[in-house]
């Protein structure tokens, strides 16, 4: 060809050779056209696949158990021992209340207990003096009737007049008014001495002066308020001296150590296949990198609406469905090396499948 177009050249020809590899270029451009829809798919593939036998959500935070502390007397406060986010253990005095109006009650109800010992030691005395009442009674009966007896004799026969006779008849009755008297005054002072079935065996008025000053002392025990549980004080704000102490009224509260749990507030249609039991995997968003093993421990009973103080109302026609949350409370099954805080945000991954993966 070279001979029959002389313009042909060896230039041409070089290009000629050059331009020979095209359909090569062809083929790894389809090849990589078609490469990235199918990386796509087995992406898609492998998400999804991830994503069964588990369900997550990151609508979810820490929860402790909050002991609000109350003093369970009136009184004002003279001295605290703690402070705000201080910890505490359980027992540890937290505040004193004033104790000295106490101490003045529980010495009235120990002088209540002496009277109550002193009216006893009489009440036994009158009732021993009333028993030789009625002896003394039924002696002076006998006497008076044996009188009788023999005026009654003496008058028959002419040897005593009548009004000597009337005036033994007089005797008698006035024994026998004497013997009724005296047994009603030994029943009454039994009866003041008797201690009953609630308290066999004790003085009623010594039982209740006891008793009083029971209540004294336990009230005394009381002005020493200590801490029900382990935990970090909070809301210390109305601990200062001088501040007044009402019976019922939180004065501070306590964080509890060991009652750490997540509340994590999944969707509706997540819990199909949620059940208590299943291994769970709790991050937090205050520390990245922990995560921890914990478990579904109870699914909660109704929508976090249903109580709500004003619960949704969809009686209208403007009403949209809206998918609800449900509270679900995961358990943690290990200890936190990190110190977890009330409220921290965190993501809760349920295997639904019973294995972690």
Do not use: C
């Not at 003394?136 to 028959?156: G, H, M, P, V, Y």
């Not at 308020?225 to 019922?248: E, F, N, S, W, Y």
């Not at 819990?271 to 937090?284: R, T, Y």
């Amino acid at each position: 060809m070279a001979e029959a177009d002389p313009k042909l050249n060896d230039t041409d020809l070089a290009a000629a050779e050059v331009q020979a590899p095209a359909p090569k270029r062809h083929l790894g451009r389809l090849a990589l056209m078609l490469s990235v829809p199918l990386l796509l798919i087995v992406g898609a593939v492998t998400y999804w696949w991830n994503l069964q036998g588990k369900v997550s959500t990151d609508n979810a935070y820490v929860h402790l158990d909050k002991v609000s502390v109350s003093a369970e007397i009136t009184g004002k406060i003279v001295e605290v021992f703690t402070a705000e986010n201080r910890h505490v253990a359980a027992g540890d005095l937290l505040f004193r209340i004033d104790p000295e109006p106490y101490r003045l009650q529980l010495a009235q109800a120990n002088a209540a207990i002496a009277s109550a010992q002193a009216s006893e030691t009489s009440l036994a005395s009158a009732s021993a003096m009333s028993g030789a009442d009625v002896a003394a009674a039924e002696e002076n009966i006998a006497f008076a009737r044996t009188n009788l007896s023999r005026q009654e004799a003496l008058w028959k026969r002419g040897f005593a007049t009548k009004a000597t006779y009337d005036a033994a008849v007089h005797q008698v009755a006035q024994a026998e008014d004497q013997l009724a008297i005296a047994r009603s005054k030994s029943r009454e002072a039994q009866a003041k001495l008797a201690s009953g079935s609630q308290v066999p065996g004790v003085y009623p008025q010594l039982a209740a002066a006891r008793a009083q000053r029971s209540v004294v002392e336990l009230n005394l025990r009381r002005t020493e308020v200590r801490a029900p549980v382990a935990g970090t004080v909070a809301q210390a704000d109305r601990l200062t001296v001088g501040q007044d102490a009402i019976t019922g009224l939180p004065v501070v509260t306590i964080v509890a150590d060991s009652s750490v749990y997540i509340e994590a507030n999944f969707k509706e249609t997540d819990l199909a296949d949620m059940k208590p039991g299943q291994p769970a995997e709790i991050s937090f968003d205050a520390y990245p990198g922990l995560k921890l093993r914990a478990h579904v421990a109870s699914i909660g009973a109704g929508t976090g609406s249903e109580f709500s103080v004003l619960p949704a109302q969809n009686a209208s026609g403007n009403w949209v469905k809206v998918t609800q949350r449900v509270p679900v409370r995961i358990v943690l099954d290990e200890r936190s090396p990190r110190q977890l805080i009330a409220g921290l945000s965190s993501k809760v991954t349920v295997f639904t499948d019973g294995r972690k993966h």
